[in-house]
């Protein structure tokens, strides 16, 4: 069974979805694109416990202290999926890749589009990069959390804006 919780963040309010076992399967921002309807949250658990890790982690990371998560993760979705978003969890903090680029890593650089849509679905934002995906011009294309958030966050990690 899944729980949640929402916590605050410089992006406004965040909201952590574990599975049962604890692992998070969901970090989703307010009127985020792709964003599952609530009821399949589960119910609102607010235990300090639960949600410690990913709550400490993401706190280090706004506060500039963390590039890397190593907290727990759960991904479902399909195979293809997956691949791409472990893939994006292997872009450094603080640099970009190109969808083309991502599609060369899964060896098929013809798959640029699929990537994207697989990026478009990741689940668990911020902890798994998708914002670190750029056009093949370096243009910043396409993010659930809209496109102001992205640039945010990459200027963050470029050092060029705190928050």
């Known amino acids: 069974m899944k729980r949640h919780t929402v916590i605050d963040s410089p992006y406004g309010p965040l ?6 076992d604890g692992a998070l399967c969901g970090l989703y921002m307010a009127g985020q694109r792709h964003r599952p309807p609530e009821e399949g949250f589960g119910p609102r658990d607010d235990h300090p416990s639960t949600f410690a890790a990913a709550e400490e982690q993401l706190s280090a990371y706004f506060a500039g202290e963390l590039t890397e998560f190593t907290v727990e993760l759960a991904l479902s979705g399909t195979p293809f999926q997956r691949n791409v978003w472990e893939r994006l969890a292997r872009i450094p903090y603080g640099e970009t890749r190109t969808y083309g680029e991502l599609a060369e890593t899964l060896g098929n ?33 396409g993010y659930g959390g809209g ?5 945010q966050l990459l200027d963050f990690e470029r050092g060029t804006a705190l928050f």
């Open 109 to 141: 650089p013809q798959a640029s589009r699929a990537v994207g849509l697989a990026n478009g679905r990741n689940p668990i934002g911020i902890i798994i990069p998708c914002h670190r995906v750029v056009g093949a011009d370096g243009s910043l294309t």
């Open 15 to 20: 909201t952590l979805v574990a599975d049962a």
């Open 147 to 151: 496109l102001d958030r992205k640039r």
